[in-house]
């Protein structure tokens, strides 16, 4: 089952302001800690001797890449700029330009260089290699198919530099059928509010959710629209072997509020997978 859906236009807007309770700053400390641990070191430009003159031109080159970290699905760039801070080169890609549209605001005031492109992640193009890759914020719960997923996978091995690594999160079937489910939400604030009405398709694993916003205008005036967003849970299990079936080599998961083993409970969940050859 394929859905199309224009998800985080008007959204955009408020994003930012429903989402300041985010530990970005964990995740992005945490994700740091990922690529220097699993992130490669250059050591195959080394092992590979001399070689001719074009030879060391492309090491060179690619070494060159290897600091580039590319944010898949960066939204509004709040962790794009804080890896930005932690040294790297950071492309940030998302398909919404409203969402874009924030990044580039951010980037205006912190005067980092990161390159931002509006590119669905089902088959974005880059002009080089990155060292790394990183996908959070349940991005790539909003790919419905498999297939979608696999197509998405192999691009990232494809632009990965030798050995490079997938850093990406995802929730669990887990979290969509127990811990939120059939629910409504509702959250007031000084200056906008939302009403979430969430719907839980077990058969599919696909969790449906109902956005309507309010946002004041004017003293006693409030626009309001709706925007309706679709994500799909997945296992562990169907995630290891998505990316295998990708060609990319699965390294590790942990549990992503624990950062510990994988349970049953988990909610969200960190994978790390490494480029294998093109």
């Not at 998405?152 to 929730?171: A, C, K, Q, S, W």
């Not at 072997?241 to 960190?270: K, N």
Request: charged share 30%.
């Amino acid at each position: 089952m394929e859905i199309e859906m224009e998800a985080y236009t008007d959204f955009a807007s408020v994003y930012d302001t429903f989402m300041d309770d985010t530990p970005y700053a964990e995740w992005a400390e945490y994700i740091i800690g990922l690529l220097k641990k699993y992130g490669t070191d250059g050591s195959r430009e080394e092992e590979a001797g001399p070689g001719d003159e074009t030879e060391r031109v492309h090491r060179e080159a690619l070494a060159a890449e290897r600091n580039v970290v590319v944010d898949l699905g960066c939204g509004t760039g709040t962790l794009t700029e804080l890896l930005a801070d932690a040294g790297y080169d950071m492309i940030g890609i998302d398909s919404s330009q409203e969402m874009l549209n924030l990044a580039l605001e951010k980037k205006e005031r912190s005067g980092r260089e990161i390159l931002y492109l509006q590119q669905d992640m089902r088959e974005f193009e880059l002009y080089g290699v990155a060292g790394a890759f990183v996908s959070v914020c349940d991005s790539l719960n909003y790919l419905l198919e498999e297939e979608e997923i696999i197509e998405t996978f192999r691009l990232v091995n494809n632009y990965l530099y030798p050995g490079g690594i997938f850093v990406f999160d995802f929730n669990t079937v887990y979290k969509y059928e127990t811990v939120i489910g059939d629910a409504t939400i509702a959250e007031n604030r000084e200056e906008c509010s939302f009403i979430w009405e969430n719907y839980y398709d077990a058969e599919g694993q696909i969790n449906e959710y109902d956005i309507t916003v309010f946002v004041r205008e004017e003293e006693d005036r409030f626009r309001r629209f709706t925007e309706t967003h679709f994500q799909r849970g997945y296992t562990l299990e169907q995630m290891k072997g998505l990316v295998e079936r990708a060609g990319l080599v699965f390294v590790a998961a942990a549990d992503a509020d624990t950062h510990g083993e994988v349970r049953g409970e988990s909610e969200r969940i960190y994978v790390v997978a490494r480029e294998c050859g093109k």
